[in-house]
């Protein structure tokens, strides 16, 4: 049970602080911790996605309508029957059925386009003001074109549209949250804290919310929207209507944890000591319930970025010229373009590994957010 | 228990009347009103604009008054099943609705009852089980179907069943019964129709309630009720159903309350994308073309239906804990 008691001497397990108790109490969930490191990951990605994107993601391309994904070779055998490392990509030449006209496009093993990490491309800015010209991968010959993951029916890049859907998504979340965050750490706070009618207006009003359909009620609210807005206007606009429901959750979690902690001896004593309600709140109160905050944060977040996928997936959230994963995904509402171009699904499976990602990351912070707690320390 | 009824449902009222306020200020967001829109789009179409006809039609919506004024009329509207007027579809809105809503409120209950079908028994076994391959399998598929967006589950069927099987898993109803009058033969084809979306929607749900389902029978197994309860011979079967798993329902029935409003919420976007003859893609319709006065209806009716949803499951959970209704 008490393990990591056996590894450090008790001395060192009494003076360790609350953090570190956290700290060490997460490691030990294994799948948590690379949740960890695929959510960084992943919004490493969202800040610099320009240089992880091979092409310009609104660059057209009519020679290569849903051109089909090409795969990374790494190695191949050279004139003297050797393997030899040259990662490179097979090319694909489009044809045209001569009886039924339709377009497909078949693989030449002769025709070779070589990439290499860090290669030159078309100059492009790094967070819109860095001038760059390195990718992440790029082709050796940079007038020759690959596609990772395919291209639309524009023929636009999926891999680089994909990435730069890393940055609309991942952050809509994050502000989203925070939004969230702040109306409901003051509502639930204030409600824990005060008690009385402050906190029975409030839990009805929370309840009145969690009760009604969601999905529907966005729909609404954004559908108020102006339709000619600017899109940036429409992302922050977007990101309030998706808060005005989430804070009710947080709120929730806020309120419960102050309702506990107020008659825990330790505040008592703080209030006894003639410490204003700011000090009790801010300088005693608070320390506790950080922890449980950021747990509940890391729940919020896959919820605002599935609330978004599926809002701009309907055409009433973030729309064109924007790229957000869900904006990616409307393509794929036409059952002929996903019977044609399945790898349209691509940003579905990062929706899905994001928010796996971000659930299990939360459920090991719930779990360590008490390190005072019976369970395995 | 009836005292307990009535005061649960006088407690819904404050709900349905700000609900009816909530819908009624999404139709009123938008700028402009409902008939400078309306006059807009017949000359756009070419007509004749009726001064005589948009006068009567600005006293009837009352649109010179304040908001309560307007909110009045359009609510005494509805208690008298006057909805409106769809502008899109140059019918009362309460014509367009009928069936939809009918085929909605079938959709919504029966992926709850599905959801509890599937849940109770896997949580169970997954609790008794626990850490068994089998626990194992349930959690795994659990976490996925937490992560997955309804609609792509929805898109990716669609893709299987036209890529692999070459048949359609859209609508609800096989085009010789689309437009027939209810028969047995339609009710059992509308069933069979059912399955698909009603495990796409109850995906979520069954997963989250799976997990808490497990989570509250461990709490349970573990105590010496069960203990004495297998000391003095009873089966094991008999010793886990009767006693912990009683208790282990009530919080899961108390769940059934916020369960439901996802349910409905979920079902808009697979009823969109599936394209089902319920209330779902007429809504979003309306929303895109600004058709306020049929999209306040929807989100009034699911919203209402949410909340009835909510009631009942309160008193489902008062019927199985006594303690509640005695409180």
Known sequence: MSNSLDQSSPMEFAEATQWQLMWRRFKKHKVALLSLYIVLLFYVVAAFSEFFQTYDPEETSRRDVFHPPQMIRLFEVNDAGNRQFRPHVLGMNLERDPITLASNYAVDPEERIYVTLFGRSDPYLLLGFIPMERRLIAAVDSDEKFFLFGADRLGRDMWSRTIAGTRVSMSIGLVGVALSLFLGTLIGGMAGYLGGWVDAVSTRAIELILSMPTIPIWLGLSATIPPNIDPLLRYFAITIILSLIGWTELARVVRGRFLALRTEDFVTAARLDGASPKRVIFRHMMPSLVSHIIASVSLAIPAMILAETSLSFLGLGLQQPTISWGVLLQESQNIRSIAQAPWLFVPGAFVMLVVLALNFLGDGLRDAADPYSQHSI | ?327
Request: aromatic share 14%.
């Open chain 2, 1 to 327: 228990m009836f005292v307990y009824i009535m005061r649960r449902v006088l407690w819904s009222v404050p709900f349905l009347f700000a609900a009816s306020l909530l819908a009624f200020a999404i139709i009123q967001l938008p700028p402009g009103d409902y008939v400078e829109s309306y006059a807009a789009r017949l000359e756009a179409d070419g007509q004749q604009v009726d001064e005589v006809r948009i006068i009567a039609l600005r006293d009837r919506f009352g649109l010179d008054r304040p908001f309560i004024v307007q909110y009045w009329k359009w609510i005494s509207g509805i208690f008298q099943g006057d909805f409106g007027l769809s502008f899109q579809w140059q019918q009362p809105v309460s014509e367009l609705i009928g069936d939809r809503m009918f085929l909605s409120v079938i959709l919504a209950t029966s992926t709850l009852l599905f959801t509890w079908a599937i849940a109770l028994p896997i949580g169970v076994y997954s609790a008794v089980k626990q850490y068994s391959v089998g626990d194992y399998v349930f959690s795994i598929i659990g976490f996925i179907g937490l992560a997955t967006p309804n609609f792509l589950v929805a898109l990716i069927l669609m893709y299987v069943g036209v890529v692999v099987f070459g048949t359609n898993v859209t609508g609800l109803f096989s085009p010789e019964y689309a437009n027939a009058s209810w028969s047995w033969g339609k009710f059992i084809d509308l069933l069979k129709h059912l399955i698909i979306p009603v495990a796409i929607i109850g995906t979520s749900a069954t997963a989250s309630l799976i997990r808490i389902m497990r989570a509250n029978l461990l709490d349970e197994l573990f105590k010496p009720y069960v203990t004495t309860a297998r000391a003095k011979g009873l089966s094991e079967f008999k010793a886990i159903i009767k006693y912990p798993v009683r208790i282990a329902l009530n919080p899961f029935a108390s769940t059934i309350a916020w369960v439901f409003p996802q349910i409905i919420s979920g079902s808009t976007i697979v009823a969109v994308v599936l394209s089902l003859p319920t209330v779902d893609p007429l809504m979003l319709d309306a929303l895109l073309s600004q058709d306020m006065y049929l999209a306040g209806a929807f989100i009034l009716l699911l919203s209402v239906m949410s909340i009835v949803g909510m009631i009942v499951s309160d008193i489902v959970l008062a019927l199985i804990d006594p303690r509640i209704r005695y409180r």
